[in-house]
DNA sequence: AATTAGCGCAACCGCCATTGC
DNA sequence: GGCAATGGCGGTTGCGCTAAT
């Protein structure tokens, strides 16, 4: 027997939504909270699938959400998520405060995506990142057990969001770029992050990807991203990967992996992420493992 | 003015992961 | 551990608007 519908389909309301239909929806929801998803129409008194009202809720009637004039930082910083992360428009949106997946979905493919697709001055995407290695191994096997991809001369993919533990970016990073600034050592990108390292179960751990994950911004973050002197995409190029069982890959990307389960970290923007004092195995500088999406 | 093409966006669909029993 | 329910995600569709012909 296979999986019965969400709900059934007879009687029911579809395509767009009356304002009528959202006043009730967000009263409802207003009153008893998002969730239960699949009662919330019988109670409400909609004639709706559970599931469209939580897409209309989400992308549409939530609070906070922002519509339309998507910004040049914003469209700079969807780029460049979309570069590290590909599709996965859920993850980029949250990293885009008020905006939803859909709307990110719907504005790279009608806006970006062309620019891209047209070659489109001042608009490239990095050789074999993210989106175009998604592609090529998007039935592969090992994407269903969310395994980690490579792609030979590209960056690391992982197919799948995944849950990772937390990331603190601690009052020492200004602390810390205060003092680079006094000693005027030209190094702005020095940042000081602890990182929580996840459960050992949690084999496929992956720093950009935590960061990303658990980065909270604040109204000055696109400005100060934007800022940072980052490096090149080309970067990545030549580096080697230990992996957890340290077997060296042959790929030739970057990966920090912890060996075991463990506290806390410490490492540096534009330094070695290797450190003596935590069980971490020797990889390449942090800059060139993964941020050269920014 | 009528028709057509292109575009943007909301909504739907199917799949997969997680959760609860 | 197995199964069903639920939630979440990415891909796709289709409608409505607008510009071009």
């Known amino acids: 027997m296979g999986r019965s519908p969400c709900c059934s389909k007879e009687g029911l309301n579809?395509?767009?939504?009356?304002?009528?239909?959202?006043?009730?929806?967000t009263e409802y929801i207003n009153i008893h909270?998002?969730?239960?998803?699949?009662?919330?129409?019988?109670?409400?008194?909609?004639?709706?699938?559970?599931?469209?009202?939580?897409?209309?809720?989400?992308?549409?009637?939530?609070p906070g959400i922002k519509r339309g004039n998507?910004?040049?930082?914003?469209?700079?910083?969807?780029?460049?998520?979309?570069?590290?992360?590909?599709?996965?428009?859920?993850?980029?949106?949250?990293?885009?405060?008020?905006?939803?997946?859909?709307?990110?979905?719907?504005?790279?493919?009608?806006?970006?995506?062309?620019?891209?697709?047209?070659?489109?001055?001042?608009?490239?995407?990095?050789?074999?990142?993210?989106?175009s290695t998604l592609n090529t191994v998007q039935d592969d096997q090992n994407v269903k057990n969310q395994e980690w991809h490579y792609d030979k001369g590209s960056c690391?993919?992982?197919?799948?969001?995944?849950?990772?533990?937390?990331?603190?970016?601690?009052?020492?990073?200004?602390?810390?770029?205060?003092?680079?600034?006094?000693?005027?050592?030209?190094?702005?990108?020095?940042?000081?992050?602890?990182?929580?390292?996840?459960?050992?179960s949690e084999s496929n751990y992956d720093p950009v990807l935590n960061f990303m994950e658990n980065l909270e911004m604040d109204g000055n973050f696109?400005?100060?991203?934007?800022?940072?002197?980052?490096?090149?995409?080309?970067?990545?190029?030549?580096?080697?990967?230990?992996e957890d069982n340290d077997n060296p890959s042959s790929v030739d990307k970057g990966y920090l992996s912890p060996k075991s389960s463990c506290e806390t970290t410490h490492f540096h923007w534009g330094d070695s992420l290797y450190d003596p004092n935590f069980d971490f195995l020797p990889v390449t500088t942090f800059t060139e493992t993964g941020f050269d999406w920014l």
């Open 14 to 25: 579809k395509g767009a939504w009356t304002a009528m239909e959202d006043k009730i929806l």
């Open 33 to 62: 909270g998002e969730g239960k998803w699949r009662h919330l129409p019988k109670r409400a008194g909609l004639k709706r699938c559970g599931k469209s009202c939580r897409l209309r809720w989400l992308n549409y009637l939530r």
């Open 70 to 131: 998507i910004t040049n930082d914003e469209e700079e910083l969807i780029i460049r998520l979309h570069n590290l992360l590909g599709n996965r428009w859920s993850l980029i949106a949250g990293r885009l405060p008020g905006r939803t997946d859909n709307e990110i979905k719907n504005y790279w493919n009608t806006n970006i995506g062309r620019k891209l697709q047209n070659g489109t001055p001042g608009y490239s995407i990095t050789e074999g990142g993210a989106r």
């Open 156 to 200: 690391l993919v992982q197919t799948k969001a995944t849950r990772w533990s937390k990331v603190t970016v601690s009052d020492e990073i200004s602390q810390h770029n205060d003092e680079d600034n006094k000693s005027n050592v030209g190094d702005h990108n020095k940042m000081k992050a602890f990182l929580v390292s996840p459960p050992s």
């Open 222 to 242: 696109f400005s100060e991203l934007l800022k940072m002197d980052l490096p090149e995409s080309s970067s990545c190029q030549g580096n080697k990967i230990v």
